[in-house]
């Protein structure tokens, strides 16, 4: 297991800094409009990011939101199945320093509403609870937190291929962090779970995945995998911003957000894609295929033959890929003391029937 950090919250340093007056502008005004529920989501993502890293912005960089802002007691009211979206839009702003306190009333409001309570996810429930406490409203849901450790301290969960287990576990953890400015008190178990995870994303070459599990560790006041973070910050240089006469649904801006999020957190060099006028989609070249499928294919082949000890196993196993994937399965190896006691998972050795 990886060596444990200083717990500290986060300082207020460079990152999207430098950038956040044109990404502010293009994705508010550029890429779709607020009728779109992808303008919620990717304006939420990126407010969230620049206000978690603690980013200063300049005079009127916001002000492509202010009229937003204004709307949002009325869209709220209409929209109420997007609260968590405008929720955090609306925080996020007034937290960067847009003058308001629609916060305050719209948390009350949501409150009062029960907005909450029509949440099946114990992932959606723990998100709310964290954006009401923002402003001091405090979420009633027994259980919560017990439910969301029990989930996250599962390890074998995390050995499989299971994106959308994984994506839950890191924000899982950003949530019970509050975003790194709270030790989110992990168990030994949990931690093991964000390993496997940083190990399949390494594998498979999960840029955004991987750059997640980096920035969940150091949220939990632990220290990522240097090989995993050395890989993050290299993709950041393999993106760019290109003009788009019309958004497609496969824009990999997320990807080029996380990583230079994780860059920012670990206080890495961030390179940033010239942002040009006009909408814009965010498009990486080089992207290197991983070993995971092969690895997998391997072992469902193998049937009875194969075997949970990776000593046992990883000669057939690195025969199965190509030498670029076993490049990268080399060096999974070497990212984290835990890959033993992944592989014992990830072989799947539990026969059913």
Known sequence: MNNIIAFSAPQRRLGFQDQAHELISNFATQRRGPGDVFWLKENAELLNILECSGTVLGDNVLEPLDKFYQTLPDRLSFFPQYYRFLLSICLDLEDLGLEGDLGEILCNWVAEQGLADAELSDLQRGEARRLLARRSVMLDDAGLNDRLHQFIGRSETFAVPNKKAAYELTHIVFYLSEYGRKDPQLSVAAVQSLQFAGILAYLDQNTDLLAE?????????????????????????????????????????????????????????????????????????????????????????????????????????????????????????????????????????????
């Open 213 to 353: 599990v980096c920035i969940a560790l150091r949220f939990a006041g632990h220290q990522p995998s240097q090989i995993w973070e050395d890989n993050v910050t290299e993709c950041v240089a393999e993106f760019t911003a290109i003009e788009a006469k019309s958004m497609p649904s496969d824009d990999q801006y997320h990807e080029y957000f996380v990583a230079n999020w994780m860059a920012t957190c670990a206080k890495r060099p961030v390179l940033h894609a010239p942002i040009p006028a006009g909408p814009v989609r965010f498009e990486r070249k080089n992207h290197v295929v991983g070993p995971l499928r092969n690895m997998s294919a391997c072992l469902y082949q193998m049937r009875d033959a194969r075997n949970s000890d990776w000593s046992r196993m990883q000669r057939v196993v690195e025969q199965s890929v190509s030498a670029e994937e076993g490049d990268i399965l080399r060096a999974a190896q070497q990212s984290s003391t835990d890959f033993e006691a992944f592989f014992e998972g990830f072989s799947r050795m539990n026969v059913a029937g």
